[in-house]
C-alpha cells in the first residue's frame, strides 16, 4: 500500500501513545479514521486533535477485551465510512509482576486485551479488508514477542502469542489484497505504565529498569517508573512514523528503535543468555534515543489512567 489518501483506518486503543500518533499521521496522510479507545476523556482528546485535517473521523468507545463489542466494530465503521482498508490492533496494557504474584484477574486482563483483543478483530475485520482492492492488518506484538525478561510472564506470553499469530496469517493471506504485519517496538515514551498495572506488595523494577534506574539515580515506585518510562523512550510519533512506514514499504515484521534491533540480534546471536549482551546498549540507547516529537506533532500531555475500568 504506497499511500493512504482516501483509505479508511480503524485504530484501537487511540487515545494515547502510539494509537494517537497513529491517528494523527495517517489524518495528515489524508486516511478518514475510525478512532476506538476504552477512555472516553483520552478518545475525545485524540479527536480534537484530527479536527486539524481535512479527513473524515468516527469515534467509537471500545474494551478491545469485550468479544461482542469488537464483532459488532465493522458494521458501527462501514455504516460511518462505507468501507475498512487498514486495522490497526494496537491497544494493550501490561502488569509489573513475578508471575507467583500475578493474581489470576491481572493474568485474564492483559491476556483478553493484547491476544484476545487482536485475534477477534482480525476475524472481525478480515472478511471486510478482503473486499477491498488493497488493505492491510496491523497487530502490535512488541519486542518483548522476541525476548523474555523476568516480570513480564502475561506480557510476553501474549506478546508471543500475537506475533505467532500474525505470521501465521501472512503465509495464508500471501498472495492476496491484504497486507499482514506484526510490529515490534522496543522502548517507546508512552503511558503503558502509567496505564498498567504493578504488584504493589513486591513494588520492583525488572532487570533492565534497574540497571538504567540504577545509573540514573531512579526510585522504583509505579509513578516513578511510569514517569521515567515516558520521558525517556523513543517519542510516539516516531515510532508512529515507523510502523506507517513499515505499511508503505509491505514490511511484514517492523522492528521499531534501535534497541528492539538489537535486543533481537542479541537473541539470535546467543538465544539462551541474550540478556547478559543488553547492559553493553541499554545506557547507550537510553541517552541517545530520539525523545523528541516529529516536526508539526503535538506533544502528548494526557496521563489519565484506565486502571480502574478492568
Ligand atoms: N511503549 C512501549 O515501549 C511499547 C513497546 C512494545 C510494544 N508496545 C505496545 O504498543 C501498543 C500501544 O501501547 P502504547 O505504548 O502506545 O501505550 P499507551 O498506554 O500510551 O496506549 C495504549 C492505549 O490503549 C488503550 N487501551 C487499554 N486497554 C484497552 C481496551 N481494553 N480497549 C481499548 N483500548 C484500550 C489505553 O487506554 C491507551 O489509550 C500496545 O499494544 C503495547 O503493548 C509498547
Redesign the pocket.
Known amino acids: 500500500m504506497k499511500n493512504f489518501s482516501n483509505k479508511v483506518a480503524v485504530i ?9 500518533y497513529l491517528a494523527i499521521l495517517l489524518a495528515k496522510a489524508g486516511a478518514n479514521i475510525a478512532a ?4 472516553q476523556t ?2 475525545a482528546e485524540t479527536v480534537a486533535l484530527l479536527a486539524d485535517y481535512n479527513v473524515k473521523v468516527s469515534s467509537h468507545i ?5 468479544k461482542a463489542a469488537i464483532e459488532a466494530l465493522p458494521e458501527q465503521v462501514i455504516a460511518q465510512h462505507g468501507h475498512v482498508d487498514l486495522v490497526f ?6 502488569v509489573d509482576s513475578s508471575f507467583e504474584d500475578l493474581s489470576e484477574n491481572d493474568w485474564d486482563w492483559v491476556f ?3 491476544l484476545q ?1 487482536v485475534i477477534n478483530s482480525s476475524r472481525a475485520f478480515l472478511p471486510h479488508l478482503k473486499q477491498r482492492p488493497e488493505a492491510a492488518l496491523i497487530n ?6 522476541m525476548i523474555a525478561l523476568e516480570r513480564q510472564s502475561v ?1 510476553h506470553t501474549a ?1 508471543f502469542a500475537v506475533r505467532g499469530f500474525t505470521e501465521c496469517l501472512a503465509k495464508e493471506m500471501k498472495g492476496s489484497n491484504v497486507q499482514i504485519h506484526c ?14 498495572r504493578m504488584n504493589k506488595s513486591e513494588e520492583s523494577a525488572n532487570s533492565m529498569q534497574r540497571l538504567v534506574g540504577k545509573v540514573m539515580g531512579l526510585g522504583n515506585s509505579q509513578e516513578e517508573l511510569a514517569a521515567f ?1 515516558r520521558n525517556n ?2 517519542h ?1 510519533s516516531r ?1 508512529s512514523q515507523i510502523i506507517l512506514d513499515g505499511v508503505r514499504k509491505n514490511r511484514s515484521r517492523i522492528m ?1 528503535g534501535a534497541d ?1 534491533k538489537l535486543m533481537d540480534l542479541s537473541q539470535r546471536l546467543t538465544p539462551m543468555h541474550y540478556e547478559k549482551l543488553f547492559p553493553l546498549f541499554t545506557l547507550p540507547l537510553t541517552l541517545l534515543r530520539n525523545k523528541k516529537p516529529l516536526k508539526g506533532m503535538p506533544v ?1 500531555t494526557s496521563v ?1 489512567t ?1 486502571k480502574g ?2
Open positions: 484501537t486503543g487511540a487515545g494515547s501513545g502510539m494509537g494517537r476506538c479507545e476504552i477512555n483520552t478518545l471500545l474494551d478491545v477485551a469485550d490492533n494496537n491497544a494493550g496494557v501490561t483478553n486485551i493484547n483483543g502490535t506484538s512488541s519486542i518483548f514477542g506480557y506478546k510490529v515490534h517496538p522496543g522502548h517507546i515514551g508512552t503511558n503503558i505504565v502509567t496505564n498498567g518510562f523512550g523513543m510516539a515510532a521499531v528492539a502528548e489519565e484506565i475500568t478492568a
